[in-house]
């Protein structure tokens, strides 16, 4: 058992007195040894303020100048403290004031000084609620006296780790590259103690990136043997009395589409598709999803380690996976063999629109098992094999009929794609991208995310119609500072592009930009910037929109296996199922359909029982902020092996020389985006030994005093690879030839 202060308090709330006994099963303590490890963490936790006992339960105290935060370092030692809330201040912290906190620590902060509009407030740590970095990357040194130590790659670690040898000598790690296991935090003057658990290399080059990223993002690399043993015993038979509860759709044809990727562990097949022509000739369309949360009982090992990992990541061909291969065998919907399922119908008309829409828990044996590059080929030659002439046409009719029809309705309402070259999501929705891409080659890919997001959107609307607690995939507007440079870059290309708005920016705005993009010889890097400026999806307990998909309320719903949210909603669903009220009263003689939009508007009482929607509010409530977190450790970690393969190429390459846009200009220098590889690098100030440039901010520009040269946004330019720093994946260049002719308004201040 691990648990963090984050995770105890978490499970209490100032409202409510939580049993020491619940806290207990909540976290999973099985022995004397785990059960006193959580007693002393309660004793401190009264000690300090932070939790009150009475009458021998425990609730949360709440104080109004401390906050929680996640800790953000500069290599300098100052902080400053990062709350949850988008609009709340940063709040400064001293290093003399970090209390032995590292950096991207979750913290409970005491302020100290209130802030001014010149400043940000001030304050001390007053508890470490987690740490962030139970493992780090270093290299290993040898100090005078002969000992190890490990220090870390990552500047912002403002220390150094004495290594443990435990009987083996660390002579030939000296100088390499290794990952440390953090065995002991400082303690007062003691400092943190480590063990190496791994030699990665003599140097980040020499060491594999999947190693790289791992260990720097700390993912798991196993699964605890507990979990296994546990995962082994779950068996894909269905009994009796589950068939007795769901609806059989084994004679329905259904197929899988998935990614044609090798990965290790490419065995989860989650959702399946179906289609049929009702009597009223409108299309009925099934989305089955594979129902995972059969196989995952809440509050057991299997299930607390799925809820720690929070999401799959995705590292090229390694897969750092959700849940042990025995549930995807359970689960995963595959042909010619039953399958529990979450299916999902939605009845379209002949224009695409949304009639209705029903659920039901079902058995489903799948057809055929096919890859998007499949579907392609068959439905580009028009002709397939004898056995799949039936799909042919149920495919032809999804890709040519019912998905463009759903797809240009989302984009009358404002909605936009981004068109990559690369595939990088393993999500069958819009996944860590944050919007829908189109891929030029592989066309099908964008149109069935159109169907899964469609789904999405539907969930999320029904959960809310039936006032049960429920997660939302939301995200913000870009921010007009992330966003200022991409509009002056357009405009510095000439094209025609005006907000709808000066007040805020709306998804119809991408849409119109994405419009101009295509009139422009850089097409490709206007899209990868663009893609650049969104905010990566939040969740949250309250239904809000979402920018990139331009849906007024979203939730993800589609990849149980791979996602906790995912995983809880199907949970959210089955409650309804197995517990929902469809009437105010058993004095009512009809109730509704929960499991229809036919419902919606006629829902006046609580669906879930009182104690079964509490409960799950409670639990919903300190889910979010941990989900969050890992969603953004993964996509941080698969955005670092993105970076470490292209500094590992832009390396190869040092010395050539390349065509590029400049899509950022500083004071210290402009950044250059390589339009082949989309790789971008710094062309330092300094090395621009021609002339003399100063910075005008009022133009985004460098301009040289004597021979009139500016560079500026969106300006071609040729540029030599100079040097590339692989770990850190810092490109930089110099200029061969390129910038414009500096007119009279570049020289105003």
């Known amino acids: 058992m691990d648990f963090s202060i984050a995770t105890i308090l978490s499970l209490l709330s100032p409202d409510k007195l939580v049993a020491g006994k619940v806290i207990e099963k909540k976290l999973g303590c099985e022995d004397e040894h785990e059960i006193e490890k959580l007693q002393i963490a309660l004793d401190i936790l009264e000690k300090i303020g932070v939790v009150t006992k009475e009458f021998g339960k425990y609730r949360r105290v709440i104080e109004e100048d401390v906050v929680e935060a996640k800790l953000r370092c500069s290599s300098k030692g100052f902080c400053f403290a990062i709350q949850d809330e988008e609009d709340a201040d940063d709040i400064y912290i001293r290093e003399s004031h970090l209390s032995n906190a590292w950096n991207s620590d979750r913290v409970l902060v005491k302020i100290i000084k209130e802030g001014t509009r010149r400043r940000s407030p001030e304050g001390e740590v007053k508890l470490i609620l987690e740490r962030a970095n139970p493992s780090v990357l270093a290299r290993v040194v040898e100090d005078e006296s002969g000992d190890y ?21 660390l002579d030939d790690a000296i100088n390499h590259l290794v990952h440390v296991n953090v065995l002991r935090y400082p ?34 690399q ?10 082994n015993q779950i068996s894909p038979e269905i009994s009796p009395e589950e068939r007795e509860k769901r609806v059989d759709l084994t004679d329905l044809l259904t197929v899988t589409i998935e990614q044609d990727i090798v990965q290790e562990n490419n065995l989860l097949k989650e959702t399946a598709l179906s289609l049929e022509k009702t009597e009223a000739e409108n ?43 025995s549930i995807y065998e359970c689960c995963s919907l595959i042909p010619n063999k039953e399958r529990l399922a979450i ?68 984009l009358q309402l404002g909605g936009f794609e981004i068109n990559l070259d690369d595939i990088t999501s393993y999500f069958k929705d819009e996944g860590r991208i ?83 993009f295509s009139k422009s010889d850089d097409e490709k890097v206007l899209h990868y910037l663009l893609l650049n400026s969104l905010k990566p999806n939040k969740y949250t307990q309250h239904p809000a929109p979402h920018f990139g998909l331009a849906y007024p309320i979203y939730t993800h719903c589609t990849s149980p296996g791979q996602r906790y949210v995912d995983l809880q909603i199907q949970r959210i669903i089955k409650a309804v199922f197995e517990q929902g009220r469809d009437r105010r009263s058993s004095r009512v ?38 989900l969050n977190e890992r969603e953004k450790i993964a996509q ?43 790789v971008e690098g710094l062309v330092h100030v300094s090395s621009l030994k021609d002339d003399w440039y100063e910075y005008r901010p009022k133009h985004t520009c460098l301009v040289g005093r004597k021979n009139r040269t500016a560079y500026r946004l969106g300006d071609k330019v040729e540029v030599e690879v100079k040097s590339v720093d692989y770990y850190r994946q810092q490109i930089d260049l110099v200029t061969v030839r390129g910038g414009s002719a500096a007119v009279d308004e570049d020289f105003e201040d």
């Open 636 to 678: 941080d970690a698969e955005t670092d092996l993105a970076g470490l393969k292209k500094a590992e190429k832009m390396k190869d390459c040092t010395g050539q020389i390349f065509n590029g846009l400049i899509t950022g200009v500083q004071s210290y220098g402009f950044f250059v985006q390589i339009e082949d590889t989309l």
């Open 283 to 325: 299309w009925l369309l099934g989305v089955h999803i594979a129902d995972v949360a059969h196989f995952v009982p809440e509050e057991t090992h299997l299930d607390r380690e799925a809820r720690k990992r929070g999401t799959t990541v995705h590292l090229g061909d390694k897969i750092i996976d959700l849940l042990p291969p």
């Open 187 to 220: 303690i007062g003057q003691n400092p943190p103690m480590g063990k190496v658990v791994r030699v990665l290399g003599s140097d980040a080059e020499a060491a594999a990136d999947t190693d790289i990223v791992s260990s720097k993002h700390d993912l798991p």
């Open 343 to 410: 299916s999902i119908f939605l009845t379209l008309d002949d224009k695409g629109q949304l009639l209705g829409y029903e659920f039901k828990q079902s058995i489903i044996k799948v057809d055929h098992q096919l890859t998007y590059k499949e579907v392609q080929m068959m439905i580009g030659a028009g002709s397939t094999k004898p056995e799949l002439e039936s799909t042919l046409e149920m495919l032809n009719n999804l890709v040519f009929s019912i998905t463009p029809l759903i797809k240009a309705r989302r």
């Open 434 to 516: 944050g919007a829908i891409a189109s891929y030029s080659t592989l066309p099908v890919l964008s149109l069935m995310t159109e169907l899964m997001t469609l789904v999405g959107k539907v969930v999320a609307e029904h959960l809310n119609e039936l006032q049960v607690p429920a997660i939302y995939c939301t995200q913000g507007k870009p921010d007009w500072d992330e966003l200022e440079d991409l509009l002056k870059l357009v405009a510095n290309l000439k094209l025609d592009f005006k907000l709808q708005s000066e007040d805020e920016i709306q998804p119809l705005d991408y849409y119109h930009l994405i419009q101009e």
């Open 149 to 169: 130590l490990a220090v870390p790659l990552d500047d912002r670690l403002l220390f150094e780790l004495q290594l443990k040898q435990n009987g083996q000598t």
């Open 222 to 231: 196993e699964f605890p043997e507990r979990v296994l043993n546990q995962a």
């Open 589 to 626: 003689t009809k109730g509704v359909d929960l499991f229809s939009n036919s419902c919606h508007g006629q829902i006046n009482w609580n669906v879930l029982p009182p104690a079964v929607q509490s409960n799950l509010e409670a639990d919903l409530h300190s889910l979010i902020t941990h």
